[in-house]
Nanobody, 131 residues
Framework: QVQLVESGGGLVQPGGSLRLSCAAS????????MGWFRQGLGKEREFVAA????????SYANSVKGRFTISRDNAKNTVYLQMNTLRPEDTAVYYC????????????????????????WGQGTQVTVSS
């Protein structure tokens, strides 16, 4: 199994930046595709970004493309989400997910963009964008 702990959330002004971290343990981190999802108040959990096991391939939701960057450091068992030019609509609880071990391709394509492609989740970290 996999244990995930998110950190780095907080309150920022519109246009500001935050960097989220997700520390993993309990499995071989480098074998898993990793992803970030978010859930606003009263909304469904939605895809934000994913990264392949080596970090060579990334995927983003259209709403964050060009503003957010996902990365990973396998030596530290950690995945990151750098969030720039934040908007009020980015306000949500952000969750880190560990992908199911299937083909886990290096080139993600359209894979790992739904919550059903992930086995384990962290407890989430709150991001609030407000003036």
């Amino acid at each position: 199994q996999v244990q995930l702990v998110e950190s780095g959330g907080g309150l920022v002004q519109p246009g500001g930046s935050l960097r989220l971290s997700c520390a993993a343990s309990g499995s071989i981190f480098s074998m898993h595709t990793m992803g970030w999802f978010r859930q606003g108040l009263g909304k469904e959990r939605e895809f934000v970004a994913a990264i392949s096991r080596s970090g060579g391939s990334t995927s983003y939701a259209n709403s964050v493309k060009g503003r957010f960057t996902i990365s990973r450091d396998n030596a530290k068992n950690t995945v990151y989400l750098q969030m720039n030019t934040l908007r009020p609509e980015d306000t949500a609880v952000y969750y880190c997910g560990s992908g199911k071990l299937s083909s886990t391709p290096e080139n993600l394509g359209l894979m790992y963009r739904t919550r059903y492609e992930y086995d384990y989740w962290g407890q989430g970290t709150q991001v609030t964008v407000s003036s």
